[in-house]
């Protein structure tokens, strides 16, 4: 009994955060939600996953409410419930960690099929792990200039599939934020498709084992962490995530800042900052260089938070990436998005790429005669003196 009368009655807002805790698990229970973190444990083998069931999950969680046919002026008529907005997020969120899971026991067994489980003429395609290895890459001297194209229409693992199955050796530039601790991926959808469709993150678990180092500290240091044999598995989700025939590619990973000061003309506002960009951009050509890629695909150099959430301005990087390619050396150069769609800044961005950076407009300085201080203290009889400029006698006194 005075056990029970020095234990403190719950506050309302303290059972109504328990009842809340409760209805979530039991709506995480109804939808099931692979772990990616605990793949290794799992015993469901997600590479039978049904393409066709995944495609028709996926255009069901992007449908949204048809617009009214007499709109109002607050549509509150047209919000979803909360819980139908969190059952949504959960029931995306199990079908992305389900896809993932997929990749990763394929890379662990070491095979998948294709073009799914539960096709008749299926057949069975090898999978090679990921190897990953930090360089410093070396100042090289000036080397011919790359060729450089803009893609609009095609997404950049399209441009790596397509080129990797002519032959072609072929690298991803994949940027993330210095000095952050990494992330769940599955955090937004143009963010992860290199996780999606590839065998990238099974590098990305394996990259301290065989680096022997944390990769946070590796990049921190200003070096590229080269990944081989990173394996594209899959198509687009839109069409059910099918699995496709194996086409390796190799990833370049650098650090990038994730927000840097700029101004309203599309520019760095910081020398330091652009410097560093226009290094970390040198650096990967080096790189490239160094282990004879023939074909290198650039993302939007952090434009409108792409990728992983970086802010650019989109002008003044194009220009940086057009002034590092001219000395890039012999190989081609494609720049493209990392899924298809509107993106802010992206035409700045592949203009500037493409044809360079317009001048600045300079708007012509302000007549005198109408300056705040012209007509405060000289008044408007006579007309401006621009040789001389001094104060009446009487504001002098």
Not at 76 to 93: A, K, N, P, Y
Not at 182 to 210: F, I, K, V
Request: net charge neutral; charged share 25%.
């Amino acid at each position: 009994a005075d056990l029970q009368s020095q234990i403190a009655p719950a506050s309302p807002c303290d059972m109504a955060a328990m009842a809340r805790l409760h209805a979530e698990g039991d709506r995480r229970k109804a939808v099931v939600i692979p772990d990616v973190t605990k793949w290794r444990d799992e015993i469901r083998d997600w590479r039978k996953l049904n393409c066709e069931a995944t495609a028709e999950e996926w255009q069901e969680l992007q449908e949204s409410a048809p617009a009214p046919k007499t709109p109002r002026l607050y549509s509150t008529h047209l919000r979803s419930d909360v819980e139908v907005i969190q059952q949504r997020q959960m029931r995306m969120e199990g079908l992305l960690n389900a896809v993932v899971l997929g990749n990763l026991q394929a890379c662990e067994e070491g095979t998948y099929w294709t073009p799914s489980f539960t096709a008749r003429g299926r057949s069975s395609q090898p999978v090679r792990c990921p190897l990953s290895s930090a360089f410093a890459p070396r100042r090289a001297a000036k080397a011919a200039p790359a060729r450089v194209e803009v893609v609009h229409d095609q997404d950049m693992l399209q441009i790596c599939r397509t080129c990797a199955l002519r032959g072609q050796r072929t690298a991803l530039v994949h940027l993330v934020p210095n000095g952050e601790e990494r992330a769940l991926p599955l955090r937004e959808l143009r963010d992860c498709q290199l996780y999606l469709r590839t065998s990238y993150l099974h590098a990305l678990n394996e990259m301290p084992r065989q680096m022997h180092q944390d990769p946070k500290e590796v990049l921190k240091d200003g070096c590229i962490i080269h990944t081989a044999h990173v394996t594209i598995l899959r198509g687009d989700l839109k069409e059910g995530a099918p699995w496709t025939e194996p086409a390796e590619i190799e990833v370049l990973t650098a650090a990038l800042q994730r927000t840097p000061l700029g101004d309203g003309h599309e520019q760095y506002a910081r020398i330091r900052e652009k410097a560093q960009v226009s290094k970390t951009i040198d650096d990967i050509f080096s790189s490239a260089a160094e282990w004879g890629i023939e074909v290198l695909v650039f993302p939007p150099l952090g434009i409108n938070g792409a990728p992983q959430g970086c802010y650019h301005p989109p002008a003044d990087a194009g220009q940086l990436l057009r002034h590092a390619a001219a000395a890039g050396g012999d190989l081609q150069v494609y720049v493209a998005k990392q899924q298809l769609g509107p993106l802010i800044g992206w035409a700045s961005f592949a203009d500037a790429v493409a044809n360079g950076r317009a001048a600045l407009k300079r708007e012509a300085p302000v007549p005198l005669h109408l300056s705040p201080y012209y007509n405060c203290y000289l008044g408007k009889q006579k007309p401006p003196d621009f040789f001389k400029f001094t104060l009446r006698p009487s504001l002098t006194k």
